[in-house]
């Protein structure tokens, strides 16, 4: 599989692997804190002030030093071009499908000259397409890069409200557009970050949330506090109707730090509202006549509790049926009544198992079931009716799945299948044949199933004993001599689950000859609810001790050496890369944290901090302080310790992750590190955390990555020339 994209190889004697110019020093400005009788240093808490000129300056100057030595790896602007070909070969992206009783389907696309997804809608599968939603038209106009935060057409079809950001920001303003005409009638609602369009069956308008208006000054840990839902309808001039006010409203119980989701329940006669913090999956479940739901005097009925362990549920006539971890770390189905719901005698669908019950959706011929064992999804089918039991449906393929859409007025589901060496297909299903066939909704281009390559799932045995899953993606013609460049991914926090996904541009680091690996750590969701938890504030050790782990087995596997060993992730990943390259730095020549949580004890002073507390606790609290201090990257650097080659990868709009998280641990590790490896910090300037990037911002940060580790591994085709 090995190509000759790239210059020539030459002889590995005499190349500089560090070869780059210093980055500029940050001055150290030490702030000290006591917790709980511990005293914590932080040098660079300046940073978190990014509108500081110093801060800005220095960050531009990093940023300029980063971008200066990855544009100087020769392999770099092929390893690019590669990555560009092998995404243009597939002649479109296809995203967040909608499908209406009346045979409209609105989908995202991302065409092969496109840059951005657009919102089209055709009439059937094989109808002719318009264009409703153009972002990059926008993104002429202003120069700023614009994404569709989310979009959501009306019952009928006839109108569409969607969320429009840029930068990267995520910071939605609310349109909406006339179908049939493409006109925009509203003025756009601004400040409704996070939130979606959940249209009443009658067009006459949408509920949605939206953040307080905050006076300059503010602490920036008060924006998503007090978010109030509202109802806006499309007819008549007068304001919004506010339901449901986050820490005032007296209709449900709702935490300031809790956003209020309000949504009418397809084919039901129930409006919910649920109280959803971002990161915790169980929640809280309300209901109220959709026929009364705007009165003001409404009455909202409590049908389970978050301590129930609820993360998923369904309604179908008076029934109820809710996704539990409750004495089922695996999950179980449960079904009671909507009028009188009672989950302490309710009936049990489906009993906990060795399989992870991971969701349920309601159709109008029966209730879908998706699971999982290992990294293998599998569906089950309950039809309506007394006596009726789940029964596991034939899928057309192994690998990933996911349900794309499912209406509770139509027969049947749409769902997503991938692998680890397959692009994704949308299947439909047909409960009268009982079959799945292929929509062609999402083409397959030359490369979304290459031949030569293979996986493999392995078991780890973790610093404790306990087994953690390894997925190990490589060409068929590699060879277990230590000579593999590794690329190894992880996450693991919220329970999430890091399923089997191929995209054709990873094929351009299987063509080098890389190996990409995904640990599946604790913290993650690959057990269930039991593996979340053993990786979870005080148990989040296991988190990075897991990756250790997996790391320390590639080598002995002979799949690579320390030398040839990456170790990457991002976002919540940041904990896990950072506290493996500082518990072992031995074992990783290169560590890639993107957008990463690299300062967790002063994650909580941040806008998104508050939010996160449930999943990674808060410094007011002892037992939780510490696990904050054990799994803060910055706080375990060390003076006089030799540390990979790092890379880190931030968007200066970032609005989950602060940017300052990885400033400050770029600044300590160059201060820190006697390696002589270079640490680099990377800031897109158009970017955020990632979601509504465009395809060149995704190409242009593997093609950074990957040019990295690929230098730091020795790869001649990859050396700077000698300074």
């Known amino acids: 599989m090995r190509t000759s994209l790239l210059v020539p190889a030459a002889l590995l004697a005499g190349i500089a692997l560090t070869a780059q ?22 040098p660079y808490r300046y940073m978190e002030d990014m509108a500081a000129p110093d801060v800005q300056a220095w960050a531009k100057a990093q940023n300029a030093e980063a971008r200066a030595a990855l544009d100087a790896i020769p392999g770099r602007n092929p390893l690019l071009k590669r990555i560009a070909e092998l995404e243009a070969s597939v002649p479109s992206r296809v995203a967040n499908v909608r499908v209406l009783p009346n045979g409209l389907y609105f989908y995202e696309k991302r065409a092969a000259d496109a840059n ?9 599968l094989g109808g002719e397409e318009k264009l409703l939603i153009d972002p990059e038209a926008l993104a002429k106009t202003t120069g700023t890069p614009h994404a569709v935060n989310f979009y959501q057409p009306s019952d009928s079809g006839k ?42 069956p009658d067009d006459s308008g949408f509920f949605f949330f939206r953040q307080k208006k905050l006076p300059p000054g503010t602490p920036e840990t008060e924006k998503y506090k007090h978010e109030t839902s509202y109802f806006h309808r499309l007819k008549g001039n007068g304001p919004d109707q506010a339901i449901i006010t986050a820490g005032e409203s007296k209709a449900i119980e709702i935490r300031a730090e809790e956003s209020p989701y309000v949504a009418p329940v397809a084919g039901s006669p129930y409006v919910i509202a649920i109280p959803a913090n971002g990161v915790q999956r169980e929640f809280s479940l309300y209901v109220a006549p959709r026929a009364k739901v705007l009165d003001p005097n409404v009455k909202w009925r409590k049908l389970f509790d978050r301590s129930d362990n609820v993360t998923d549920f369904a309604i179908h006539g008076d029934d109820l049926y809710v996704l539990t971890h ?10 009671t009544s909507v009028t009188h719901p009672d989950l302490a005698n309710a009936e049990e669908i489906v009993p906990a198992s060795r399989q992870v019950v991971v969701g349920l959706s309601a159709a109008k011929d029966g209730l879908y079931i998706r699971s999982r064992d290992g990294t293998i999804g599998k569906l089950s089918r309950l039809a309506w009716g007394k006596g009726e039991k789940p029964v596991a449906l034939d899928l057309p393929r192994a690998g990933s799945l996911d349900i794309a859409w499912i209406d509770a007025r139509l027969p049947g589901a749409l769902i997503e299948v991938g692998s680890w060496t397959r692009d994704f297909v949308f299947y439909a299903y047909d409960p009268k044949k009982n079959a799945f066939a292929d929509t062609g909704l999402q083409p397959t281009g030359p490369y979304g199933a290459p031949t030569d390559l293979e996986s493999k799932e392995v078991l780890v045995k973790s610093w404790d004993g306990v087994e953690v899953p390894l997925s190990i993606v490589y060409p068929k013609n590699a060879k277990r001599d230590g000579s593999n460049p590794v690329h190894l991914y992880g996450y693991g926090s919220y329970g999430i689950t890091d399923d089997p996904v191929y995209i054709p541009r990873f094929l351009a680091w299987y063509e080098l000859g890389g190996v990409r690996a995904t640990c599946h750590v604790r913290g993650g969701g690959a057990y269930g609810e039991e593996w979340h938890l053993a990786g979870k504030q005080t148990t989040k050790p296991n988190t990075w001790k897991d990756f250790i782990a997996c790391g320390e087995y590639l080598i002995k596997e002979g799949w690579t050496t320390s030398a040839k060993l990456a170790i990457n992730g991002g976002s919540a990943g940041g904990i896990l890369v950072g506290r493996a390259m500082t518990e072992r730095p031995d074992l990783f020549a290169v560590a890639v944290p993107q957008v990463g949580v690299l300062n967790a004890l002063r994650a909580e002073f941040s806008a998104n901090g508050v939010p996160n507390i449930p999943e990674f606790g808060t410094v007011k609290d002892e037992t939780q302080f510490k696990a904050l201090l054990e799994m803060d990257a910055l706080q375990h650097v060390k003076d006089g310790v030799k540390y990979p080659a790092t890379l880190l990868m931030t968007g200066i709009n970032d609005p989950r992750v602060p940017p300052w998280e990885s400033f400050k641990m ?30 060149t911002q995704r190409q242009e940060e593997y093609a950074d990555m990957w040019s990295f580790m690929l230098w730091q591994f020795g790869d001649a085709r990859f050396q700077p020339a000698k300074q």
């Open 21 to 42: 110019a210093a980055p500029p020093v940050a001055p150290v400005k030490p702030v000290t804190d006591t917790f709980f009788g511990t005293t914590v240093t932080d």
């Open 116 to 124: 951005q997804f657009k919102v089209y809608v055709r009439h059937g």
């Open 159 to 200: 109108y569409v409200a969607y969320g429009m950001s840029e930068g990267g920001s995520e910071e939605a303003s609310i349109h909406v557009i006339e179908v049939a005409t493409g006109k925009e009638i509203i003025e756009p609602i601004d400040r409704a970050h996070y939130t979606e369009a959940y249209w009443m």
């Open 326 to 335: 409750q004495n089922a770390p695996r999950f179980k189905v449960l079904r």
């Open 666 to 695: 770029a600044a300590r590790l160059q201060a820190a590190s006697t390696s002589g490896k270079p640490v680099l910090l990377r800031i897109d300037y158009e970017g955020g955390h990632g979601i509504g990037s465009t395809k």
